[in-house]
């Protein structure tokens, strides 16, 4: 089974959760690992400011880890990141992991944390990070137990700083549909507060549209 064809199995608990059932995964079960230790090696790069002898070092130890992953590489379809659905992020580090706590096709509601890697300046998530889970979080419910959707426009507003390294809320909810057209839209909490919000359109993609 295909990393792609194993995405598209479905938990009776809901699209947030994939049916793994008897096969072996993907990747392995230690595939989210290598992706969790990405994520905090791209943190962990961001923050520091080490001598350059370390630096040299560093460089060498990423290039052999390159080096050996590339003769593994292939075809997008057979690409286990971003198919993976039971895994954090779906095994991809391209936006902060977002963690689903509550679902089901009209609405869901999680936790997330930018990291260092995702910092703009000042202690404030860069502002192209958050359309990044917005587009992530209101794609995949947008397309929750419906035909593949493409985002249209996103709209989001700012509202007041995201901060780093603090765990936030997002609450999104499929508010309607109109022939191919769904409406979504999404709130980021920190605390009580409203840091960013958003809507989108994604529109269902009609039979071999890329
Ligand atoms: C398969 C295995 C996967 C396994 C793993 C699954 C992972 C699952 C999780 C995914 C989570 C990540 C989700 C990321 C989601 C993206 O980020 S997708 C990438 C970014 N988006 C794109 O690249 C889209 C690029 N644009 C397009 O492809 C096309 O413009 C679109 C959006 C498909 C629309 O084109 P079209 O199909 O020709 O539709 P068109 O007839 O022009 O418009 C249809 C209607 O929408 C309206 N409309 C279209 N665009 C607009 C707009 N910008 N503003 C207002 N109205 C608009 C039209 O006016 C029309 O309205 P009506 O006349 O019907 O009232």
Do not use: C
Not at 37 to 53: F, K, S, V
Request: charged content about 25%.
């Amino acid at each position: 089974m295909t990393a792609r064809e194993w995405a598209g199995r479905v938990h009776p608990a809901g699209p947030w959760e994939p049916d793994p059932g008897p096969m072996p995964v993907p990747g392995g079960a230690g595939f989210g690992d290598m992706i969790d230790a990405l994520r905090e090696l791209q943190d962990t790069i961001t923050g520091a400011a080490p001598p350059p002898h370390l630096v040299e070092q560093a460089t060498r130890a990423l290039r052999e880890v390159s080096a050996a992953l590339k003769p593994h590489t292939v075809p997008e379809r057979e690409q286990i990141t971003g198919h993976r659905m039971d895994l954090r992020g779906r095994g991809q580090t391209m936006a902060p992991a977002f963690v689903p706590d509550e679902w089901d096709d009209s609405r869901v509601s999680g936790r997330v944390t930018f990291g260092r890697h995702y910092l703009g300046g000042n202690g404030a998530v860069h502002g192209g990070a958050v359309p990044l889970l917005f587009d992530e979080v209101l794609g995949r419910l947008a397309n929750s137990g419906r035909r593949v959707s493409r985002t249209a426009y996103l709209h989001v507003n700012f509202r007041r700083i995201t901060p780093v390294g603090v765990e936030l809320r997002l609450d999104a909810k499929f508010e309607r549909e109109e022939g191919r057209k769904r409406f979504l839209t999404a709130a980021l909490y920190d605390g009580g507060h409203v840091t960013a919000d958003a809507e989108g359109l994604f529109v269902a993609l009609r039979p071999g549209q890329p």
